[in-house]
């Protein structure tokens, strides 16, 4: 079994929607990332959460908010979707600063 | 601050053929890690290296082999005798100084497709 899980793999959706993308690890790791992927931008980091209770805005947060329900446990909103949110995204997790490890991505079509 | 540039946006090599991808960084810490991630047609992030600055040796595994120059601040990949499955995206990326612990520092790829 893979050891950074995303659900949903794909999602097609309608703007002004509420989407939530969820992300689940068994590494044990305490770090988790989410990043969103655009075509020649490269990634760019949304939110990151050290632990349970420490949870930071990262580049582009604007319209995304995150829960971190348990170590494990790292979800992803969009309150009300908008076309230009459409991307690849990726969770990814990390003990401490060392090497980060993303799960297969979430490809988010808003139309 | 802190970049990475990887200034090949995309190669096209035949089969068999050697191919290396040029990463070129700049930091102020004095220590640090270096990474290698592939991304295939498949959209998946593979994690490939982590190089710590410290260690300049060259760095091999099968057909790929890295080597770091910190004096050129260069961290450059090589695949040997490429195959179609290298075709991909790979990244090379830079870790957050002491003071900016966030987030990795990417450049924005190099895409490597391999012909039969």
């Known amino acids: 079994d893979a050891d950074v899980t995303q659900t949903p793999r794909n999602r097609i959706t309608k703007t002004g929607k509420r989407i939530m993308l969820e992300c689940s690890q068994t590494?044990?790791?305490?770090?988790m990332y989410w990043y969103r992927q655009d075509p020649g931008l490269g990634l760019q980091l949304i939110y990151y959460s050290f632990d349970v209770k420490d949870i930071n805005k990262g580049e582009i947060s604007d319209g995304y908010s995150v829960s971190r329900q348990a170590q494990a446990k790292f979800s992803l909103s969009l309150e009300s979707a908008i076309p230009n949110q459409t991307a690849l995204y990726f969770c990814a997790t990390s003990q401490g600063p060392d090497t980060q490890y993303f799960g297969p991505g979430t490809r988010l079509t808003v139309l | 601050a802190q970049k990475v540039t990887q200034a090949q946006t995309e190669i096209s090599v035949v089969e068999k053929e050697d191919v290396t991808l040029d990463c070129v960084y700049e930091t102020r810490d004095t220590t640090y890690y270096l990474f290698w991630y592939k991304q295939p047609p498949s959209g998946e992030l593979v994690f490939l290296i982590r190089r710590n600055s410290f260690d300049e040796q060259n760095e091999i595994s099968g057909r790929y082999s890295w080597n770091f120059q910190k004096s050129t601040s260069s961290f450059n990949f090589t695949i040997t005798a490429s195959q179609v499955v290298d075709s991909a995206v790979y990244f090379c990326?830079?870790?957050?100084?002491?003071?900016?612990?966030?987030?990795?520092?990417w450049g924005l790829g190099t895409s490597l497709g391999v012909n039969p």
């Open positions: 990326a830079l870790p957050p100084n002491a003071g900016n612990n966030r987030k990795l520092i």
């Open positions: 590494k044990g790791h305490d770090r």
